[in-house]
C-alpha cells in the first residue's frame, strides 16, 4: 500500500494532486488508487514494486 500527503498550502500553490501521484505510482505495484488533492493512497498486487514507486516518488519532491 501507498499513501501520500500534500500540505493543502502546496497543493493550491503548486499545484499538486496527490490522487494524481498515487495513482501513477500505484502502476508500480500493479494496482491504483485515489483520493483527495492532499491525501490519497493506493494498493496494489506486487508490493516487489514499492522500491521502485519510492524512486519514482523522488521525482515529485525533487
Known amino acids: ?6 500540505s493543502k498550502e502546496l497543493v ?4 499538486l ?3 494524481k501521484v498515487v495513482r501513477e505510482l500505484g502502476k508500480l ?3 491504483g488508487g485515489g483520493g483527495q488533492p492532499f491525501f490519497a493512497t493506493a494498493g496494489g ?8 514507486a ?8 525533487d
Open 45 to 52: 498486487k506486487h508490493p516487489e514494486g514499492i522500491e521502485d
Open 1 to 6: 500500500m501507498l499513501s501520500c500527503y500534500i
Open 12 to 15: 493550491a500553490s503548486k499545484g
Open 54 to 61: 519510492l524512486v519514482a516518488a523522488k521525482k515529485y519532491i
Open 29 to 31: 505495484i500493479q494496482g
Open 17 to 19: 494532486d496527490a490522487g
